[in-house]
């Protein structure tokens, strides 16, 4: 699987909205970018995914350059249990099985002031 | 929907008995399950991935003896630690994807195991 780069480490207000940025600079075509956040002594748990344009859900917001090398998932307002560690992953969905195995990274870690 | 159980949460052995863990897939047919490990402060580590009714792909240092894995349904995967030690102390995280759900993987919740 293609890296990602993420920071360590973000801050943010409660009801502010946050943008933790990702980079992928070596995604391949058939990358799809992918975003799991794990809570403190949980499973991770699905945020968002995408290709190429940007995608919205109940969650989240993804956005994705137009070169694909960087996204930002953007959390509009930020509540106290979106406190977690966020992971933007790539995965090749072609062919089947193995292929979609994840690979995690560090993650960003997400601390949300009250 | 794609909701994924462990059982147990929280298991204390002792040294060089083993011990197995459930993950159960509850509103979908699971054809893909993984096994994760996470020690504290770290992130994710596949451990290996299994096919229902077939063997389990391991991850390179992973010892298949050790951790034994049976994918016989598709809905439950199980994990065991054979003869465990202290080292193997760790968070057990298990997914399940299938083709319902365009094959994203859902995490079940962890199981902590503490090998005294």
């Known amino acids: 699987d293609a890296k990602t780069t993420q920071p360590n480490s973000m801050e943010s207000n409660e009801e502010e909205p946050v943008h933790l940025p990702c980079n992928h600079s070596t995604i391949s075509g058939t990358d799809y970018i992918h975003w799991y956040r794990q809570l403190p002594s949980q499973g991770p748990e699905y945020v968002i995914h995408?290709?190429?344009s940007n995608v919205n859900n109940r969650m989240a917001s993804l956005a994705i350059a137009e070169d694909r090398k960087s996204s930002t998932l953007i959390l509009h307002r930020a509540t106290l249990r979106d406190a977690a560690v966020y992971y933007c992953i790539l995965r090749d969905v072609t062919g089947g099985g193995s292929n979609y195995k994840l690979t995690f990274g560090k993650g960003t870690l997400l601390t949300v002031n009250p | 929907g794609a909701v994924v159980s462990q059982h147990p949460s929280r298991v204390i052995c002792k040294s060089g008995t083993s011990v197995k863990i459930e993950c159960r897939s509850l509103d979908f047919q699971a054809t893909t399950m993984f096994w994760y490990r996470q020690f504290p402060k770290k992130s994710l580590m596949l451990m290996a991935t299994?096919?229902?009714?077939?063997?389990?792909?391991?991850e390179q240092g992973v010892e298949k003896d050790k951790f034994l894995i049976n994918h016989a349904s598709l809905t439950l995967s199980t994990l065991t630690v054979t003869s465990a030690h202290p080292e193997d102390s760790s968070f057990y995280i298990c997914?399940?994807?299938?083709?319902?759900?365009?094959?994203?993987?859902?995490f079940g919740p962890g199981t902590r195991l503490t090998v005294t």
């Open positions: 995408g290709l190429t």
């Open positions: 299994s096919n229902e009714g077939s063997k389990a792909t391991y």
């Open positions: 997914s399940a994807s299938g083709l319902a759900l365009n094959y994203e993987q859902y």
